[in-house]
């Protein structure tokens, strides 16, 4: 279920950068210059 909730959430983020950043809020902060890279790593992360 967390899971499930931070792949959406990064998924989300990474198609809209909104201020409602919750549970990605770490992973995004980690790599905010490079959205793309992150996306990818959230999944990996997630995996």
Not at 2 to 21: D, Y
Not at 23 to 35: E, P, V
Request: glycine share 0%; charged share 30%.
């Amino acid at each position: 279920m967390l899971s499930h909730a931070v792949r959406a959430c990064c998924i989300l983020e990474n198609m809209r950068v909104t201020a409602k950043q919750s549970q990605c809020d770490r992973m995004y902060d980690i790599s905010k210059m490079d959205k793309k890279w992150n996306a990818e790593n959230c999944l990996y992360k997630t995996a």
